[in-house]
């Protein structure tokens, strides 16, 4: 008895249609849709965390010279070479800016600096130890503190 070949395709023709192979092109279209801006956002979390930890000599010059009583900005420099942050600069208030490039949100966080709850007065002397207060834009700082412009999606929790 004869066996009849009732596919179609022929009995040497396998593999995708044109609609399976659509489909599937389909799905890794709507699957990249959605994982490349949440990846974009990762990195440039990751970027402004960098620019924080940067913060942190900073950050200490700020506290030293509160406590000594000097003026707050007194022997800071920053040298941007090779980072996302495009310049950081202290505040005669001790608030610390750090300004980022475009491939790290192209917007500013600021890290107000407070001790006892009152904000630093250049010149004179904390009893206490410097607490630090980031804020981004859409942040709700304390009164007269400075806010930055980093959007909230892009801003570390702390500085929300």
Known sequence: ???VNTDRR????AGFTVLEFLIVLTVLA?????AVPTWQDAVIRTRVAEGLTLA???KAIVSAN????????????????????????IAADGAITVNYGSGAGNGSVVLNPSAGGERLVPGRPTTGPVTWRCN????????GAQTGTLAPNHAPAECR
């Open 1 to 3: 008895m004869e066996t």
């Open 10 to 13: 022929g009995p040497h023709l």
């Open 30 to 34: 709507i699957i990249a849709s959605v």
């Open 56 to 58: 942190e000599p900073a």
């Open 66 to 89: 509160a406590a000594r009583g000097a003026a707050l900005s007194e022997g800071f420099r920053f040298s941007p070479a090779g980072t996302s942050v495009s310049s950081m600069t």
């Open 136 to 143: 981004a834009a859409a942040s709700q700082p304390e009164r």
